[in-house]
């Protein structure tokens, strides 16, 4: 695992403490609208992983395109 990779897995783990910590407030504060409100205030923001990461993808053996998708295939064995 490379130095980015590690500071990225910490990076997240940070964000999970901290989302964490916030919901836990929340709790303790009976407060289901106000965490109802902070969920609300990231919508939209997670759509980007819900798209393929690259428009065009590709079979390393043979070259063929194979569309929009998150990685492209080894062998034409991977690919009809
Ligand atoms: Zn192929």
Redesign the pocket.
């Known amino acids: 695992m490379s130095e980015i990779d590690e500071r990225a897995d910490a990076l997240y783990d940070s964000a999970y403490i901290a989302g964490m910590k916030a919901g836990w407030n929340f709790a303790v504060d009976n407060d289901s609208a106000g965490m109802q409100a902070a969920i609300a205030a990231r919508d939209g923001y997670l759509k980007v992983l819900a798209q393929p990461r690259f428009p065009q993808t590709y079979?390393?053996?043979?070259?063929?395109e194979l569309g929009p998708g998150n990685e492209g295939?080894s062998?034409?064995g991977?690919?009809k």
């Open positions: 079979c390393s053996q043979c070259g063929r295939v062998s034409c991977d690919h």
